[in-house]
T-cell receptor, first 116, second 114 residues
Framework: KQEVTQIPAALSVPEGENLVLNCSFT??????LQWFRQDPGKGLTSLLL?????REQTSGRLNASLDKSSGRSTLYIAASQPGDSATYLC???????????????FGKGTLLTVNP | GAVVSQHPSWVICKSGTSVKIECRSLDFQATTMFWYRQFPKQSLMLMAT?????????EQGVEKDKFLINHASLTLSTLTVTSAHPEDSSFYIC??????????FGPGTRLTVL
């Protein structure tokens, strides 16, 4: 059974700091890994999706890396801003899961607070 | 593109009543829709997966007679919480997926049962 762990559970940083969020998974047979942002009381916003064959993806100030063999992914946020404050979730999609009928496994998330 | 809506965004009801939550894919056809439940400070837990025109597949521990799912069309799925009780209070999120692609998530529905 796939298990996804996110460390730390909460992180508070001053504005402008670069930071790294961690995600680990127990079964390396994944199809892809996705990072989401969730604001309080809201749904999920997809940030980055990394296919199992990729090592990293970048979008603006965000960079996500994937080391499938070791079961790890990191989300790097550069020059953090107060607007980045949210919960960040990672989710893995199981390998060999073609089509749309598959089950994502989520971590519990990291609550990020960026202080002005 | 790939927008998913949910209605209502929040609902308060009395214990014993039934509540229906709608999930719509607005600009694509969703072969599969998923329903998740999220408790405070917890992650999303998959409740069930539904394919258009078929019965939903429920995760272990989820009562299918309590959480009725209907996926009547390629753009609409509904979750009905029957005879709701305070322990059913939670944040319910749906997602929708075209045949080949990732899941796109709705904004969620906050259910409070008094």
């Amino acid at each position: 059974k796939q298990e996804v762990t996110q460390i730390p559970a909460a992180l508070s940083v001053p504005e402008g700091e670069n930071l790294v969020l961690n995600c680990s998974f127990t079964d390396s047979a994944i199809y892809n890994l996705q990072w989401f942002r969730q604001d309080p009381g809201k749904g999920l916003t997809s940030l980055l999706l990394i296919q199992s064959s990729q090592r990293e993806q970048t979008s603006g100030r965000l960079n996500a890396s994937l080391d499938k063999s070791s079961g790890r992914s990191t989300l790097y946020i550069a020059a953090s801003q107060p607007g980045d404050s949210a919960t960040y979730l990672c989710a893995v999609r199981p390998g060999a899961s073609g089509g749309s009928n598959y089950k994502l496994t989520f971590g519990k998330g990291t609550l990020l607070t960026v202080n002005p | 593109g790939a927008v998913v809506s949910q209605h209502p965004s929040w609902v308060i009801c009395k214990s014993g009543t039934s509540v229906k939550i709608e999930c719509r894919s607005l600009d694509f056809q969703a072969t599969t829709m998923f329903w998740y439940r999220q408790f405070p400070k917890q992650s999303l837990m998959l409740m069930a997966t539904s394919n258009e025109g078929s019965k939903a597949t429920y995760e272990q521990g989820v009562e299918k007679d309590k959480f009725l799912i209907n996926h009547a069309s390629l753009t609409l799925s509904t979750l009905t919480v029957t005879s709701a009780h305070p322990e059913d209070s939670s944040f319910y999120i749906c997602s929708a997926s075209p045949y080949y692609n990732e899941q796109f998530f709705g904004p969620g529905t906050r259910l409070t049962v008094l």
